[in-house]
């Protein structure tokens, strides 16, 4: 869409990836399940997620704990599939690939970045080496992967580090290390499920300034995680899913000359959107329905060209 539009061949999956001739957002998932099966109990983890995210986004996920994020992130990662519904990411069908395309997938189209610090590196080897190894597993040669593995951490602003191991770098620098790592092999997708969770809040936002700036320079689209509802002052748009299904989103405020990501952050006003789905369901957000103290039968009307809901044990009180 954004991009030229290039033929895709069957032959030529490289061609395939990026080319976005289908319509469709870069990642577009409709009406995505997951259930897991524990024993005998079933847990819907994800229930009709839809989500659509353009090429080049920066996008942040927020939600409670158990709302669903991870198991959003690893099918978009490829380490997971959904139970039912549709799932996509360039021209990958998500649900559908062989295990040969799930080896390509997440070599090619993915970075990704786990909460846990240790997680994301190997203790043994030092910044530089962490950096390199994803792309030795690719076949590039050492030439290559020295001078972008320097030019990543260089990047990321550990130049003067990179001969450290990671138990010699701070949390917030070995997530830098580790954004670096998902970065070695170019994918056009970064992932990251809750990145700065590990983090003191400074450190954290620092990383998210990180990730905004990455998005900017190299144009990767981003899909960040957090539980921390603050994030959707620092990127363009947050997505807050509930009960594992995309509830409301969050978009910035550009006022005149301000610019969306980079460091415009700060005192940034913030507008919370309710997604609409296909077939035209809406989540009333919990703290609403709480205040109001909405019943189970709402009287949905079209009052002065706005849709408006109303308890029908209200309608008498008028207190609602
Ligand atoms: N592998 C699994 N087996 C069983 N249940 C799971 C598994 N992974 C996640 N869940 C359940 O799915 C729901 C969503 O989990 P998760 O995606 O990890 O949420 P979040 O990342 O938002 O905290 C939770 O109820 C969790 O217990
Ligand atoms: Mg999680």
Same mark, same amino acid.
């Given at each position: 869409?954004?991009?030229?539009?290039?033929?895709?061949?069957?032959?030529?999956?490289?061609?395939?990836?990026?080319?976005?001739?289908?319509?469709?957002?870069?990642?577009?998932?409709?009406?995505?399940?997951? *259930?897991?099966?524990?024993?005998?109990?079933?847990?819907?983890?994800?229930?009709?997620?839809?989500?659509?995210?353009?090429?080049?986004?920066?996008?942040?996920?927020?939600?409670?704990?158990?709302?669903?994020?991870?198991?959003?992130?690893?099918?978009?990662?490829?380490?997971?599939?959904?139970?039912?519904?549709?799932?996509?990411?360039?021209?990958?069908?998500?649900?559908?690939?062989?295990?040969?395309?799930?080896?390509?997938?997440?070599?090619?189209?993915?970075?990704?970045?786990?909460?846990?610090?240790?997680?994301?590196?190997?203790?043994?080897?030092?910044? *530089?080496?962490?950096?390199? %190894?994803?792309?030795?597993?690719?076949?590039?040669?050492?030439?290559?992967?020295?001078?972008?593995?320097?030019?990543?951490?260089?990047?990321?602003?550990?130049?003067?580090?990179?001969?450290?191991?990671?138990?010699?770098?701070?949390?917030?620098?070995?997530?830098?290390?580790?954004?670096?790592?998902?970065?070695?092999?170019?994918?056009?997708?970064?992932?990251?499920?809750?990145?700065?969770?590990?983090?003191?809040?400074?450190?954290?936002?620092?990383? %998210?300034?990180?990730?905004?700036?990455?998005?900017?320079?190299?144009?990767?689209?981003?899909?960040?995680?957090?539980?921390?509802?603050?994030?959707?002052?620092?990127?363009?748009?947050? *997505?807050?899913?509930?009960?594992?299904?995309?509830?409301?989103?969050?978009?910035?405020?550009?006022?005149?000359?301000?610019?969306?990501?980079?460091?415009?952050?700060?005192?940034?006003?913030?507008?919370?959107?309710?997604?609409?789905?296909?077939?035209?369901?809406?989540?009333?957000?919990?703290?609403?329905?709480?205040? %109001?103290?909405?019943?189970?039968?709402?009287?949905?009307?079209?009052?002065?060209?706005?849709?408006?809901?109303?308890?029908?044990?209200?309608?008498?009180?008028?207190?609602?």
């Amino acid at each position: 869409m954004q991009e030229e539009t290039r033929p895709a061949g069957p032959e030529s999956s490289d061609q395939l990836k990026a080319s976005g001739a289908s319509g469709r957002p870069y990642v577009y998932g409709n009406d995505v399940f997951k *259930i897991f099966k524990v024993a005998d109990l079933e847990v819907v983890a994800l229930r009709g997620l839809d989500l659509k995210v353009e090429k080049g986004e920066i996008v942040a996920i927020i939600g409670s704990s158990g709302s669903g994020k991870s198991t959003l992130l690893n099918i978009l990662a490829g380490y997971d599939t959904p139970s039912a519904g549709n799932i996509y990411v360039g021209d990958y069908d998500l649900l559908n690939m062989t295990s040969k395309e799930v080896v390509e997938y997440r070599r090619n189209e993915v970075g990704f970045v786990w909460q846990q610090t240790a997680r994301n590196l190997f203790p043994y080897l030092s910044a *530089i080496e962490n950096v390199e %190894l994803p792309m030795m597993l690719a076949g590039r040669d050492s030439t290559h992967r020295r001078k972008r593995a320097t030019d990543l951490l260089a990047l990321v602003g550990l130049g003067n580090r990179m001969n450290h191991k990671p138990e010699h770098l701070s949390g917030g620098e070995q997530q830098r290390v580790a954004i670096a790592v998902a970065l070695a092999n170019e994918p056009p997708l970064l992932l990251a499920d809750e990145p700065t969770g590990e983090l003191d809040d400074e450190t954290g936002a620092e990383i %998210l300034e990180l990730l905004n700036h990455l998005n900017v320079d190299m144009g990767t689209t981003i899909i960040v995680v957090t539980h921390d509802p603050a994030i959707s002052t620092s990127v363009g748009r947050a *997505i807050a899913i509930r009960d594992g299904k995309t509830s409301t989103e969050i978009r910035r405020v550009v006022k005149e000359g301000q610019q969306i990501g980079g460091e415009a952050a700060g005192a940034a006003e913030t507008e919370e959107f309710l997604l609409v789905d296909a077939s035209g369901r809406v989540q009333i957000p919990r703290e609403m329905i709480d205040e %109001l103290d909405l019943g189970e039968r709402l009287r949905v009307e079209i009052v002065d060209g706005r849709v408006t809901l109303r308890d029908i044990d209200a309608d008498d009180t008028e207190k609602k």
